[in-house]
């Protein structure tokens, strides 16, 4: 694929013209699951999308390179039918008495790259995140109450090649849904009720 062979150059970095938006055929199909063991493509895919949140959680080398924060990226968003997401969740830092912060022993909450990563059972219970949520394939704010499982257990490959089964709540749980639902063509506005978008219906956790 001649699109994954310039992203996975040596000198290349995955910045946001790499990143399709809204109307971009991938966005809207199902990907395909990566084989096993991992080809060498598949793997550095893997790692330059995990870069590539990395660089965009730094202040620095975001506004030097123009990129937009994300907490995810999804293979379809790389124009790729490949089951590749990557998750970049960081810890936030505590604030002491005296305001001064205090940065966590570990800096990340979730920091992986899951390969053909699948929901095998989920919560009744629905959540949302309290602000909504975003996407780097949308350039617009779409307002309103993404409505998600609260709860997921996810069963995923990772870059060893090792079957994981995960159980996800609150915020890690929300994110993960949003980029599975990218490697299965959904989009996150998917998910809100556009005639009552801030409605909170059936026990709905909203999530801070
Ligand atoms: O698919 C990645 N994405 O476009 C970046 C933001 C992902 C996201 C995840 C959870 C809540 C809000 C936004
Ligand atoms: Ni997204």
């Known amino acids: 694929d001649q699109i994954q062979e310039n992203l996975i150059k040596p000198s290349h970095q995955i910045d946001m ?17 990566v084989a096993f063991p991992l080809s060498k493509e598949d793997l550095i895919l893997g790692e330059k999308m995990m870069e590539f949140l990395r660089n965009s959680q ?9 990129l937009r924060g994300g907490v995810g990226l999804a293979g379809n ?21 005296a305001g001064n912060e205090i940065l966590p022993t570990e800096p990340f909450k979730m920091q992986e790259v899951l390969y053909n990563a699948k929901i095998v059972s989920h919560s009744v219970q629905d959540a949302a995140l309290e602000t909504g949520e975003g996407c780097l394939s949308v350039d ?24 994981k089964k995960i ?30 978008p801030w409605a909170i219906k059936d026990g709905m956790l909203v999530i801070q």
């Open 17 to 33: 013209d790499d990143i399709v938006r809204e109307g971009f055929p991938t966005l809207r199909e199902v990907a395909d699951e």
């Open 58 to 66: 730094d202040p620095v080398i975001a506004d030097k390179m123009g």
């Open 77 to 97: 968003q790389l124009g790729l039918l490949k089951k590749v997401i990557a998750v970049l969740i960081p810890n936030e830092p505590e604030i002491d008495e």
């Open 140 to 163: 617009e704010e779409i307002p309103g109450f993404v409505v998600r499982h609260a709860r997921v257990t996810v069963e995923y490959y990772n870059k060893e090649g090792e079957k």
């Open 167 to 196: 159980r996800l709540k609150n915020f890690e749980s929300m994110c993960v849904q949003h980029e599975i639902d990218h490697t299965n063509g959904i989009m996150f506005y998917d998910h809100i009720d556009l005639k009552e």
